[in-house]
């Protein structure tokens, strides 16, 4: 964990966060509300911030409104994490001359500080590190974005409804993977923010932000803050949830799922880990080609299309594979689980399917289930 | 030799001919790259077939175009269905469901004059359809990039994911979560660029079902935002109503 090295004042030390962060020439990207929506976007200064403003979400609901507060960061979660900044939706990777010459188009990225990232979505990016940066397979485009990606963390204070990461161990604090976070803080007639440093990029920031030295009482407060907010988390995925799926396989839980789910891959699309692309070549009247990849989702047919057909046709057997993969198998591919506990996929999914609740009918019906010997 | 391109009309309002007339910026090379042989929406001049590709816009609605649909198809080597009425009978298959003697006399003075089929029909309905595009009407971009594949050898792969995912690539925040709009996005295909959702408008389905729609799940959903059955029916009784699983949820609410 790393210590706090700094207290700022809300206004005007946001206000000067940001302006050194356009002084080092980063775009500042942070949170904006945009048709009826929290999401992530460019913004001037601290006064683009929704302040004060909140999000109610459950299965399939998002609405956002005025909170009690005039805090910034509370109960707020854009609609998509870093994934684009990292990972843009369709870009083309590569281009074909006429004389078969194969170029590979350059990424094209300013710096970017992006602002207000949840523990979660930290914990996502340090997924997408090891998914797309794991030798030998490297992905140079994604390596060149996520170079120049400045995170700057917020702790949450007050989760969304659908919220579980604190069962997942990514948060409400960020730990490790930010070059910043903060810890907004109103206690006692004062309103500001703790500083923290994770990287050499956030410490050379931070030596230029003006403030006081930390007190032990806002430690505490903070602690506290920590604490309230992992135990207003309503919702929590089980502890063995990698072993319950592993053994679920064959679970009828699946064919239910199903009946309610849209195949729509809304969840997909909203994950801040998922990364399945296709790839599709495509050419122009003046001889031109180009190869366009394009985020694509389990829960598409044709993503698992091989000779003969889908390899996954049913919609049991595509949500067993995203469910599976996600919380699972992942952790064979990766060493560590695919869930960050955003939440995003059960507040995005159009019908409201929970992630976290169909895990406790698995786990639920798996200890029900009498043990055979072909159980491990 | 250019390749000869024809395109056809039946039962239709000419939208999606009109697609291909509205792609100004690449019209002057698409009509470099073929020879424009039959296109009388475009020029009265006509060549003879056989056609390399032919597009077909347009249901089968009367008897006279289940004729001459077979007359299409054999003139031509690659035949492309483009928009609703062409690849799911479109608006005008509403009739389908219901008493023709009784819509003909309730619509026109004269009902003896019309000489139609008791039912609107897709195009594959009748001939073998090589590929087709959805849409109400099409959309430019795929409409470009299918004859551009076809030209130059490569296989057209319109994807039929849901509207959902060109929703999300957009970064489109989604109109039922958000606000409570039913929308046909998760069941309908992908295609049209996420036209109606963008601007803050549920989906309507032009696009046809998706590749594997739950119909009855959005439905229950639809409920669960106080939808009236009626209205839920009506949702999927669009430009598409006769495409299969949008026709049976019709059936399931009274339709």
């Not at chain 1, 009828?252 to 891959?265: G, Q, Y």
């Not at chain 2, 139609?116 to 594959?124: E, H, V, W």
Request: net charge negative; proline share 5%.
């Amino acid at each position: 964990m790393v210590d706090d090295s700094l207290w700022i004042e809300a206004d005007a030390g946001l206000r000067q966060l940001l302006a050194v962060l356009q002084g080092r020439g980063y775009e500042t990207v942070g949170l904006t509300e945009q048709d009826g929506c929290i999401t992530l976007g460019p913004i001037a200064s601290a006064d683009d911030l929704p302040r004060g403003r909140i999000m109610d979400t459950g299965g399939g609901h998002v609405r956002c409104r005025d909170g009690e507060s005039d805090r910034f960061f509370d109960k707020t979660l854009p609609m998509q994490g870093l994934k684009r900044f990292v990972y843009p939706a369709h870009e083309a990777v590569a281009q074909f001359d006429d004389d078969l010459t194969i170029t590979t188009p350059e990424v094209e990225m300013r710096p970017t500080a992006v602002f207000g990232v949840r523990a979660c979505d930290v914990a996502a990016i340090d997924i997408f590190d090891v998914v797309f940066r794991k030798p030998p397979y490297t992905d140079a485009r994604f390596a060149a974005r996520r170079d120049g990606l400045l995170i700057v963390a917020v702790d949450c204070a007050v989760p969304l409804e659908t919220c579980f990461c604190a069962s997942m161990g990514t948060g409400p604090h960020a730990t490790t993977g930010f070059d910043l976070a903060l810890t907004e803080l109103s206690d006692g007639g004062e309103h500001g923010f703790l500083v923290r440093a994770g990287s050499a990029a956030g410490r050379g920031i931070l030596a230029e932000l003006d403030g006081e030295a930390v007190r032990d009482d806002q430690v505490a407060a903070k602690r506290a803050q920590a604490d309230a907010a992992a135990a207003a988390m309503t919702r929590s995925m089980p502890a063995n949830v990698a072993s319950v799926v592993r053994q679920s396989h064959d679970s009828p839980h699946w064919s239910e799922v199903a009946s309610r789910c849209l195949t729509c891959a809304n969840c997909t699309m909203v994950c801040p880990t998922c990364f399945c692309s296709t790839v599709e070549d495509r050419n122009a009247l003046d001889g031109t080609a180009w190869r366009e990849r394009r985020w694509d989702s389990c829960f598409s047919i044709e993503f698992s299309y091989i000779h003969g057909g889908g390899v996954r046709e049913s919609a049991p057997a595509r949500y067993r594979q995203w469910m599976t993969h996600k919380l699972g198998h992942w952790h064979d591919q990766f060493g560590m689980s695919g869930c960050v506990g955003c939440g995003r996929c059960i507040a995005w999914c159009p019908v409201g399917i929970d992630i976290t609740a169909e895990a406790h009918v698995l786990a639920a019906d798996l200890e029900r289930a009498v043990p055979t010997m072909g159980d491990n | 030799m250019k390749p000869k391109l024809a395109v056809w009309k039946f039962s239709s309002c000419d939208g999606c001919q009109l697609t291909l007339l509205d792609c100004e910026d690449e019209l002057l090379a698409i009509a470099d790259a073929v020879e424009i042989a039959y296109f009388l929406e475009a020029t009265r001049n006509r060549t003879d077939g056989p056609y390399d590709v032919s597009l077909v816009e347009g249901s089968i609605s009367t008897p006279h175009e289940r004729e001459q649909i077979r007359h299409v198809r054999e003139q031509s080597r690659i035949l492309v269905t483009i928009g609703a009425c062409a690849t799911a009978g479109g608006i005008q298959a509403l009739r389908n469901t219901r008493d023709h003697g009784a819509l003909k006399s309730a619509v026109y003075a004269r009902p003896d004059y019309i000489d139609a089929l008791a039912t609107a029909t897709p195009i594959a309905a009748h001939v073998e359809v090589d590929y087709e595009l959805r849409g109400c009407p099409i959309d430019k971009r795929q409409l470009i990039d299918t004859l551009m594949a076809l030209l130059s050898g490569r296989e057209p792969r319109p994807i039929h994911t849901s509207q959902c995912v060109e929703c999300k690539l957009a970064g489109t925040a989604c109109v039922m979560v958000t606000q409570g709009i039913p929308c046909l996005g998760p069941v309908t295909s992908a295609g049209c660029g996420n036209l109606c959702p963008s601007v803050g408008r549920g989906c309507y389905g032009c696009f046809g079902p998706s590749e594997s729609p739950n119909t009855q799940a959005l439905a229950a959903e639809f409920r669960e935002l106080g939808v009236e059955e009626a209205v839920i029916r009506d949702l999927f009784a669009g430009f598409t109503c006769a495409a299969p699983a949008f026709a049976e949820e019709i059936k399931r609410h009274g339709g």
